[in-house]
């Protein structure tokens, strides 16, 4: 079993659509939970990070964490063409270094 | 500050050459990480330092791979007798202990061993 799952799509969403990107970890020791969005040839961007049960928002994106699932999702809400990426999901372990482990992305395309 | 910066951005070598990168982390940043990442995968983590102190390093890194980071600023990592399997994006990371988000990625160094 991989520590952090994703699906690596591509999900195909229109233009204005919400959406919505899922994750599962393995280690019900990890404490923190990332979004990275990456465009192809780039490296990593920080968009979202949660650390409690529930729902976090920031802009068009709401991150969600339910700990006792084992799972984090994120949503993005009148989705553009910009948004066209790769979404990583991260985990870390408090006491660990804060090092990520990440799962394999999931390609997000918004079409016009 | 313009964030962490790496050099070089890209790197042809042969195999059997040993190879260098850099890594500049945001100036108030005391952790730095190395992480590597090939096509269709996330990035995988490789080492880390807090300040100075190397405080783990992978178990999946070869000992050809070493890392240092003398005065806790700056970051060097070392891949000697490269091999084709080292192929990959090269990609540093800075944070600042006690302090959330989370970590901030450079541009990265991408490697090709010919």
């Known amino acids: 079993q991989k520590e952090v799952e994703q699906n690596s799509g591509p999900l195909s969403v229109p233009e204005g659509a919400i959406a919505s990107l899922n994750c599962t970890y393995s280690d019900r020791g990890s404490q923190s939970f990332f979004w990275y969005r990456q465009y192809s040839g780039k490296s990593p961007e920080l968009i979202m990070s949660?650390?409690?049960?529930g729902d976090k928002e920031d802009g068009r994106f709401t991150a969600q964490l339910n700990k006792a699932s084992q799972y984090v999702s994120l949503l993005i809400r009148d989705s553009q063409p910009s948004d066209s990426a790769t979404y990583l999901c991260a985990v870390s372990l408090t006491g660990g270094g804060n090092k990520l482990t990440f799962g394999t992305g999931t390609q997000l395309k918004v079409e016009l | 500050d313009t964030g962490v910066s790496q050099n070089p951005r890209h790197k042809i070598t042969k195999r059997g050459q040993n190879v260098t990168f850099r890594c500049d982390p945001i100036s108030e940043h005391n952790r730095l990480y190395w992480y590597r990442q090939t096509l269709g995968q996330g990035p995988e983590f490789l080492t880390y330092?807090?300040?100075?102190?190397?405080?783990?390093k992978s178990r999946l890194l070869s000992d050809r791979f070493s890392a240092e980071r003398p005065k806790g600023s700056f970051s060097t990592l070392e891949i000697q007798r490269t091999e084709q399997g080292d192929s990959a994006m090269y990609l540093c990371a800075s944070s600042l202990v006690g302090t959330p988000p989370g970590e901030y990625f450079g541009p990265g160094t991408r490697l090709l061993v010919l």
């Open positions: 330092f807090q300040n100075e102190a190397q405080l783990e």
């Open positions: 949660i650390y409690s049960n």
